[in-house]
């Protein structure tokens, strides 16, 4: 008979016609090309009828039976359509994803990132190849300029390497009795951090599952920085009850501040309203406790939170910066997003007025007349100070001086 060339060869040794072979065969010609013959060597001679009819059965052409020494080499030729588009690459490591292991260290990086994620992208990352005809999931956020940032990758693993426990990591039982009325400062100021958490921590969770898996490093990265915002929740509960105060009160403008981050459906704006505005302002006013908190305890729960809320704002800052320099339009989208932010808000024209004493009484060490008087310029100073940096963010980010001036001073009373 004449040889044939083929490209793939089974080795099945003295394996019968059973469901073993037949996946073996499934699995080869799933990944052959059109027109690719693969050859089937067997230490048996008389497997020829079911290998015919196998091949009759998937729609390819069994072309025959060769005699080796001491095998049988059984030859099909692959007819159907291709089921996979391109071939998987071997040697090579996804960009972004690095490993510890010394012996890949000199493997091949994969491609670039593209800008659009293929459309047969499923619930798969880059460098996994969809079968054709698979399903098509339609994520809403699959354009690399809507959800990347390029040091995303070192984000997520420095989230990684800063983890700690709300329980083991704090010194709870050293947190000192204070005064009711510092104590009840502390837990106000408390309840309020915790309301703003649950909005770092439910706006995120709102976007995961639209950002296409394509951009892997992404929807990774806001998993653990929704861990940390669980985390932030978590040991500032526990401080409102270190003491037996508990939890305060919330006012009106809090919670309608928080609510026009948490409708927003545009992930760019998202972005640039949550972690640019929002917790850029809330790193200043952690970094107001932390110098003021009366106890050290409560001063490493702030310290490690701000830790925290720093990357955040370092993947909001340079996600946003890359979208602008990809399309300098999206500064007008974005401002119109702080404007409109500013007439929801303006239907409660206060700011939440319990916070605001409780940061005083705690500024101030006591809410004595000189001592709250003191406590309240240093709360005007730390609003001034938010507005400082706010401006600052806003041209890092590529936007003008005025504009940065202008935005800045719409953001809501609510700081967040």
């Known amino acids: ?90 040697g090579k490591k996804m960009k972004g994803i690095e490993t510890s292991n010394p012996k890949l260290k000199d ?20 460098g996994i190849i969809a079968q054709e005809g698979s399903t098509v999931y339609g994520f809403e956020l699959s354009h690399k300029e809507q959800v990347w940032s390029q040091s995303v990758a070192s984000l997520y ?13 704090i010194e709870w039982n050293e947190i000192p009795t204070f005064d009711p009325i510092m104590e009840k400062a502390i837990c106000q100021i408390m309840t309020y951090l915790v309301e703003n958490e649950f909005s770092a921590l439910y706006i995120p969770g709102k976007f995961i599952s639209k950002i296409n898996p394509y951009y892997m490093e992404v929807p990774l990265f806001l998993s653990s920085l929704m861990n940390d915002e669980a985390r932030h929740i978590e040991v500032f509960t526990k401080r409102a009850n270190a003491n037996g105060g508990g939890f305060q009160y919330s006012s009106e403008v809090t919670q309608r501040s ?22 850029g302002t809330f790193i200043d006013l952690l970094s107001f406790l932390e110098k003021h908190i009366p106890d050290e305890t409560t001063k490493k729960i702030i310290r490690l939170s701000k830790r925290d809320e720093i990357r955040h704002v370092t993947y909001g800052m340079k996600h946003v910066k890359s979208a602008i320099e990809q399309n300098p339009n999206r500064i007008n989208a974005l401002k119109n997003s702080a404007y409109k932010r500013k ?18 009484i705690l500024a101030g060490g006591s809410d004595s ?20 940096n706010r401006i600052k963010r806003l041209i890092q980010i590529g936007m003008d001086e005025d504009l940065a001036h202008d935005i800045s001073k719409v953001h809501t009373p609510n700081f967040m």
Do not use: C
């Open 157 to 169: 693993e420095e989230g990684k390497n800063a983890q700690w426990n709300a329980t083991s990591d």
């Open 107 to 126: 493997l091949e990086l994969s491609d670039e990132i593209l800008s659009k994620a293929p459309d047969s992208n499923g619930l798969m990352t880059r």
């Open 258 to 279: 928080l609510f026009s981050l948490f409708k927003e459906d545009d992930y760019l704006k998202s972005s640039f309203l949550l972690h640019v505005m929002g917790e």
């Open 1 to 90: 008979m004449h040889t044939l060339n083929h490209s793939i060869s089974i080795q099945i040794g003295n394996i019968p016609p059973s469901k073993e072979l037949f996946l073996k065969l499934e699995n080869a010609f799933l990944i052959a090309s059109t027109h690719e013959i693969i050859e089937i060597v067997s230490f048996k001679s008389n497997i020829e009828i079911e290998l015919r009819a196998w091949a009759r059965l998937r729609g390819h052409l069994y072309l025959g039976r060769e005699s080796l020494k001491e095998q049988y080499s059984y030859k099909i030729q692959k007819i159907s359509q291709d089921s996979f588009s391109q071939k998987a690459s071997w």
């Open 343 to 360: 007439e929801f808000m303006d239907e409660v024209s206060s700011e939440s007025s319990m916070l605001l004493e409780s940061l005083a």
């Open 369 to 388: 007349a000189i001592d709250y008087k003191r406590g309240f310029d240093l709360v005007e100073e730390l609003k001034n100070t938010m507005n400082e």
